[in-house]
């Protein structure tokens, strides 16, 4: 069983909130990674992390922010929130640099923006 | 450029009856493969994984995938569906590069299990 956690579970926010949703994981992983899920579409990455201190951008343009400043904490920043950031966000964590890339995923933070 | 392809969008299977998922990549190499399934509400689980060695791999929950690599597939497949399979199903790859390894999903297959 993965121990990753993400919290809210599900948000509805107005246009133009700040919002953070945060993602924890105890396994003690290296690599955490934030996907964009809209219903039956593949899973999209935006961010990821080696480690602390370290972030970097996915294959989608996302208004998003991240930080990394523990090892088990990666949060998601969105400044201003629009409607079009409507959609699920999951959190996952796998180990560095063995190759096998097996990711544990969080269950998700499904977010409206009206 | 690397892709996955799953070429179907949703699966309808009677209960007790055979599975088989579909599951192509685009890759020149033969990268790490992964299925993965997403209850809903729930963030996705591996289901079972292949790196090398013998090509039909065991999983969780009673499924099995097989590496074919004359056609770049891996198939997923269960001898005996139960409703509590009903869950959306990803397959997905991770291709090493210069700057570590990168996972692709594909869109996912949908199953749908009648009674």
């Known amino acids: 069983e993965a121990d990753i956690y993400q919290t809210p579970r599900y948000l509805v926010i107005g246009t133009g909130k700040k919002i953070t949703l945060e993602c924890s994981q105890t396994?003690?992983?290296?690599?955490m990674y934030w996907y964009q899920q809209d219903p039956g579409m593949e899973l999209h990455l935006i961010h990821y992390?080696?480690?602390?201190?370290?972030?970097e951008k996915g294959d989608l343009s996302s208004e998003s922010t991240v930080s990394r400043i523990r090892t088990e904490h990666f949060p998601l920043t969105l400044e201003s929130a629009r409607p079009s950031h409507t959609s699920q966000y999951l959190c996952?964590?796998?180990?560095?640099?063995?190759?096998?890339?097996?990711?544990?995923f969080g269950p998700g933070t499904r977010l409206l923006v009206l | 450029a690397q892709s996955v392809t799953q070429p179907d969008i949703h699966i309808t299977v009677s209960e007790g009856a055979s599975l088989e998922l579909r599951c192509n990549y685009s890759?020149?190499?033969?990268?790490?493969l992964f299925w993965y399934v997403q209850s809903p509400g729930q963030g996705l689980q591996l289901l079972l994984k292949?790196?090398?060695?013998?090509?039909l791999v065991q999983g969780i929950k009673g499924f099995e995938a097989e590496f074919k690599r004359s056609q770049s597939s891996f198939n997923l497949r269960k001898p005996s569906v139960h409703w509590s399979d009903a869950a959306e199903y990803f397959c997905?790859?991770?291709?090493?590069?210069?700057?570590?390894?990168?996972?692709?999903f594909g869109a996912g297959t949908r199953l749908f299990v009648k009674a």
């Open positions: 997905a790859v991770a291709l090493g590069n210069t700057g570590g390894f990168k996972t692709i």
């Open positions: 890759y020149g190499a033969t990268p790490y």
């Open positions: 996952a964590s796998s180990i560095d640099g063995t190759g096998e890339e097996t990711q544990y």
């Open positions: 292949y790196f090398s060695g013998d090509t």
């Open positions: 396994m003690g992983h290296d690599k």
């Open positions: 992390s080696y480690g602390v201190n370290s972030t």
